[in-house]
């Protein structure tokens, strides 16, 4: 018998003039039952001869008129939605709204017949009755043919964390998915006034329950996250999320509404939650009117401008009225597709993309010549420790020699602002990269209190940033990908991290901040111990650490330490009217001594070894011991 239905009925629709037959004849029996229930049953009360003509006369033509102009009958009635309902339920509606102006109109004008004059209360009951029964039959085929013709086949139990609006639509998305293989298994929500209720069948559970013996004995290993940003704080999604990976519970989420396809989204759209969310951070607020105000009719520099941080930079930047953005880096694919990405996303934009290297002076100085900037951004650094560490010479001549020109060139065009972009590692540094950021950080200091000075020069300094080129988080993605082994340098290694919009949101707003020479540092807040870090990756990848998914510890490597400071020993911080940007109180160094540094420094890296270079580095940075490295001889030799 199944066979014979599944090879029938599977891929068969009702026409829609079957549907529509059967909406006209359940309108009939509703009117009869309408009559009876008027009547308390009383058949004998009943003139059936007038019912006959009305239904024939009046309610069947009405209502047939109604149902052809809402189209209600055009749906597939196996994938019936709430959208339906309201077609039928508009069609009742102005049905019985004519029933009731014909039967008013005739009462009021008199000399018609009673037995054309429907009685109110019938109207009203037939209204409600035909309502009930049109979306009675409309479930009842849906029932059948999902129960028997095309049973959803499970594979696997959820639960949704939200019972609100998103909650309910993510339910609605299941159930309305023949291919999702997915049992709702309940809801779990915050809301006390919500648990312990229902919604289309589904319980409403509090997190204990759900997380009790629940989970377990319905076999739920996954959990929809349907909430909508601005209801819930990030502490509070980022314990849920611990929570359910302590248990191996997995979790996904519902994609941004401003990713729905015409208002709506499927169950393929479902995506897992990026390691990002498990930050946990507030949202970061922007002083706009400010920020807005010194951009205005501006150009502005940023190099670097290809990097993850230097590109989301500029895409910070193209949301305000700028005149121009220069967009500048030696990497000549990434400034393509950044050049086209910036085409699709602000086609209105005036950017000038330029292939060249920070440390050609002549160039540069070509480029400020031509564009004149009055803001420069300046995020073009090498900064893998790894590699710095076995190539001094590249971190001098690019982070300290770039930084050098365009820093002296800022002053020589009267550039308003000058933003570095700096790193934690500069704090008491423990290898080449951070020590050359830390020269560049003393460079541009000394020269912001010179006199003749006209351009404020400001520093930004903070962690590592998720996702950027230098993360672990794309390399950890790609191990995982490639099932193994997560390599960690060291368990108890630890980080401080931030998301990319994050730090050039805070960029932006340090850059007008203060009168110059400033150090701002960010509050990075708790730090992650990278090893932590990779465990939930992995478990977010719906994988199991050690049993999936190997994890190796390689070992710190040359220059690396076990943890990054903000701050150095001599330093302290002053509060800014931004909750999450200080001032660095630091030492002041003389111009003159700084430059004359620099530049032997600089005239060096033509004549001297690696150990020469970075024992003149040393000097110039004295907190600066090498970790891990083979340029810790030069702390045993006196600079």
């Known amino acids: 018998m199944k066979r014979w239905i599944d090879s029938h009925f599977r891929e068969y629709v009702l026409p829609r003039g079957l549907v529509l037959f059967a909406d006209v004849v359940i309108t009939a029996m509703g009117f009869l039952t309408a009559y009876l229930l008027r009547f308390n049953f009383s058949v004998d009360s009943i003139s059936f001869g007038q019912v006959v003509i009305q239904l024939f006369f009046l309610v069947l033509p009405v209502y047939l008129l109604c149902f052809l102009w809402s189209g209600s009958y055009r749906g597939i009635i196996r994938h019936s939605s709430i959208e339906d309902v309201g077609l039928f339920s508009t069609s009742v509606c102005v049905a019985t709204t004519i029933l009731l102006a014909i039967t008013i109109v005739g009462r009021s004008l008199g000399g018609v017949p009673v ?36 049973p959803r086949k499970v594979l696997r139990s959820v639960m949704i964390f939200g019972a609100g609006e998103l909650g309910q639509i993510t339910l609605n998305v299941f159930e309305g998915d023949a291919f999702s293989m997915v049992d709702v298994a309940g809801f779990i929500d915050d809301n006390k006034a919500l648990v312990g209720k229902c919604f289309s069948g589904k319980q409403i559970y509090s997190e204990d329950q759900a997380f009790g013996k629940l989970m377990k004995s319905k076999g739920v290993r996954e959990i929809i996250f349907a909430v909508s940003p601005d209801r819930i704080s990030p502490s509070r999604k ?64 940023v190099t670097g401008a290809a990097g993850s941080i230097g590109s989301e930079i500029v895409r910070q930047l193209m949301k305000f009225e700028i005149r121009e953005v220069i967009l500048l880096d030696q990497a000549e694919s990434g400034l393509y597709d950044l050049q086209n990405d910036l085409l699709r996303t602000f086609p209105n934009a005036n950017f000038e993309v330029v292939v060249a290297s920070v440390t050609d002076r002549h160039r540069m100085r070509l480029l400020f010549e031509q564009f004149h900037p009055q803001y420069v951004f300046n995020a073009a650094a090498y900064k893998h ?9 590249e971190a001098i001549r690019v982070n300290i020699g770039g930084t050098r020109i365009l820093a002296d060139l800022s002053v020589e065009f009267n550039v308003r602002k000058f933003v570095m972009i700096s790193t934690d590692k500069a704090v008491n540094p423990t290898n080449v990269m951070g ?52 390599t960690v340098t060291h368990k108890d290694i630890i980080r401080y991290f931030m998301t990319i919009p994050e730090a050039c949101q805070l960029v932006l707003e340090a850059g ?47 220059g690396e330490k076990l943890f990054e400071e903000l701050l150095a ?38 004549t001297e070894s690696d150990f020469g270079l970075v024992s003149r580095m040393k000097s110039i940075v004295p907190e600066f011991i090498s970790q891990n490295s083979a340029f810790c001889k030069c702390d045993e030799v006196p600079a």
């Open 115 to 150: 037995l054309w004059l429907i009685p109110y209360s019938v109207c009203l009951i037939h209204a409600t009755v035909t309502s009930v029964l049109l979306m009675g039959f409309r479930i009842v085929i849906r029932k059948t043919y999902h129960t028997y013709v095309n």
């Open 238 to 301: 980022k314990a849920l999320f611990d929570r359910s990976l302590a248990h191996g519970i997995n979790i996904r989420e519902i994609p941004p509404v401003k990713d729905w396809i015409n208002g709506s989204f499927s169950s393929k759209q479902i995506r897992e939650v990026s390691i990002e969310d498990l930050l946990g951070r507030d949202p970061i607020w922007l002083d706009m009117e400010k920020v807005s105000e010194g951009l205005r009719n501006a150009v502005v520099l």
């Open 385 to 393: 420790v790894p590699l710095m560490e076995a190539s001094p010479y």
């Open 435 to 486: 020590a050359s950021k830390r020269i560049c950080e003393i460079y541009i200091q000394a020269l912001a209190r010179m006199d003749y000075v006209g351009t404020q020069f400001i520093t930004t300094r903070f962690g590592n940033v998720l996702g950027s080129n230098g993360s672990v988080v794309p390399l950890f993605r790609k191990q995982i990908e490639a099932g193994g082994p997560v």
């Open 512 to 558: 007008f901040m203060g009168q110059g020479g400033e150090i701002y540092v960010f509050d990075m807040g708790e730090p992650v111990k990278i090893y932590d870090l990779a465990v939930k990756m992995i478990s977010l990848a719906g994988l199991k650490p050690y049993i999936d998914i190997p994890i190796k510890f390689t070992g710190l490597r040359p």
């Open 569 to 606: 020993d001599k330093e302290n911080t002053i509060p800014t009217r931004h909750p999450k940007i200080m001032t660095a109180k630091v030492r002041e160094h003389d111009f003159g001594i700084v430059r004359f540094d620099v530049e032997e420094l600089l005239k060096a890296t033509q």
